[in-house]
Nanobody, 122 residues
Framework: VQLQASGGGLVQAGDSLMLSCAAS????????MAWFRQAPGKEREFVAR????????YYSDSVKGRFTISRDNAKNTVYLQMNSLKHDDTAVYYC????????????????WGQGTLVTVSS
């Protein structure tokens, strides 16, 4: 499975941004998908996850109510809509996928994209 994340950039606090992650190499609807992020000097942390057909989503407390994860299985793409961005959201955002697990740990996901940088200026 290959994952290609895009959509990062430099925004101001309070702005919105949508990340996309295109998948290939496997039937997309067989994959659970997630977003993680890694800020400078910190460990990679869970952001959000979505089940194979989108009926089940889960968010970290730090983004709940501001971020929305969604997927379009016809386009083999998962999205992360980020609203009300804060300086603390600055990080490299990674999409991840797995055929079997549906967790919140980095070890729950076998496949990883290359990351896209989101910088939020305060």
């Amino acid at each position: 499975v290959q994952l290609q994340a895009s959509g990062g950039g430099l925004v101001q606090a309070g702005d919105s941004l949508m990340l996309s992650c295109a998948a290939s190499g496997r039937t997309f609807s067989s994959l659970t998908m997630a977003w993680f992020r890694q800020a400078p000097g910190k460990e990679r942390e869970f952001v959000a996850r979505i089940s194979r057909y989108g009926g089940n989503t889960y968010y970290s407390d730090s983004v709940k109510g501001r971020f929305t994860i969604s997927r379009d299985n016809a386009k083999n793409t998962v999205y992360l809509q980020m609203n009300s961005l804060k300086h603390d959201d600055t990080a490299v955002y990674y999409c991840a996928a797995d055929e079997f697990r549906f967790g919140i740990r980095t070890t729950d996901y076998k496949y990883w994209g290359q990351g896209t940088l989101v910088t939020v200026s305060s």
